[in-house]
């Protein structure tokens, strides 16, 4: 059993950027693919972001390529999410996820889910 908790959402003006944070419970988290995705208001769940279980393999869905970066700490049981040059459009709620593989997180197949975190992004 992985439980998963989210941090720093908020308010953000367009051009700027939040970071986001994931801690992970559980001894297992180096087994787990950590990934990222994201709703938004009246649209389906989307995957944004993945990473190997290293860190050293990544994913990035192509809205947010060469903007977003996540990166995982196996030593403090942490998967975070840096977002820069923010849009308007990449307001959601975000929420962080455990899956198998970096393949099945990026076709949107995880095990376990965060309770989300909102990010607003305003003109």
């Known amino acids: 059993q992985v439980q998963l908790v989210e941090s720093g959402g908020g308010l953000v003006q367009a051009g700027g950027s939040l970071r986001l944070s994931c801690a992970a419970s559980?001894?297992?988290?180096?087994?787990?693919?950590m990934g990222w995705f994201r709703q938004a208001p009246g649209q389906e769940r989307e995957v944004v972001a993945g990473?190997?279980?290293?860190?050293?393999?990544?994913y990035y869905a192509d809205p947010v390529k060469g903007r977003f970066t996540i990166s995982r700490d196996n030593a403090k049981n942490t998967v975070s999410l840096q977002m820069n040059s923010l849009k308007p459009e990449d307001t959601a709620v975000y929420y962080c996820?455990?899956?198998?593989?970096?393949?099945?997180?990026?076709?949107?197949?995880?095990?376990?889910w965060g309770k989300g975190t909102l990010v607003s992004v305003s003109t």
């Open positions: 559980g001894r297992t988290f180096s087994s787990y693919v």
């Open positions: 996820t455990a899956g198998r593989s970096v393949s099945s997180i990026s076709n949107g197949s995880v095990d376990y």
């Open positions: 990473v190997g279980l290293s860190g050293g393999r990544t």
